[in-house]
């Protein structure tokens, strides 16, 4: 964005893409849950496509890994076990551990500035008790350490990877943490950027993520 009241261009954006984040979206928030098959002619009617747009959008979804095909029998959401998860978190800890030194290394006062606001977000959907509102914050959260860190490369990997979290948690987990442990975990990772503390940024950051897979084991 340029300076305020600076008319810039408008992203266009194509059919193929807007699908995309719409069965995307779906996948997130459990409407095509974890093992749902996928019928073109059924989606297409839905979303007022045809199945040309569908396909490819269905198929970009199956490189980010959140479909696969069964020779015979289709397109299906993945379903993901424990190993799943851990898998997941273990990405998830390089592409941001790789992130925050990134934005250690840039303009960390537009961090935080960004992260602040994220962070706010958080700080509503907590006292409010919101357990989806907080899973869209906390994601967003993410989101935005991640972007801070310039690299569009890192922030195309997280998107899939936070996808893949919000299933983990909607398959795997009855409830979230605490409203005030969620907050005050992403708070320290913001005062870690302010305080020009990379390696207790680095080290929080590793905690985060083994935490959140402890939380998600199932019980014995």
Known sequence: ???????????????????????????????????????????????????????????????????????????????LDHDDVEDVYRARLAVEREACRLVMARNRGEAVARLTEALEG???AARERDRVAMSDADQAFHQVLVSASGSPRL???????????RMCLNALQD??????????????LVDAIADGAEDRLLLLIEEHMIDSVERLRPAP
């Open 1 to 79: 964005m340029g300076r305020l009241g600076e008319l810039e261009p408008v992203p266009r954006r194509s059919t193929v893409e807007i699908v995309s984040a719409e069965l995307r979206a779906a996948i997130l928030y459990g409407s095509l849950a974890p093992g749902t098959q996928l019928g073109e002619a059924e989606l297409a009617a839905r979303l007022g496509i045809s199945r040309g747009p569908l396909r490819e959008a269905m198929q970009r979804l199956v490189q980010e890994g959140l479909l696969h095909s069964e020779p015979h029998r289709g397109l299906f959401v993945v379903t």
């Open 122 to 124: 958080l700080v509503t």
């Open 175 to 188: 409830t979230y943490p605490e409203p005030e442990e969620l907050v005050e975990e992403h708070r320290r």
């Open 155 to 165: 922030e195309r990997m997280a998107q899939t990877l936070l996808v893949e979290t």
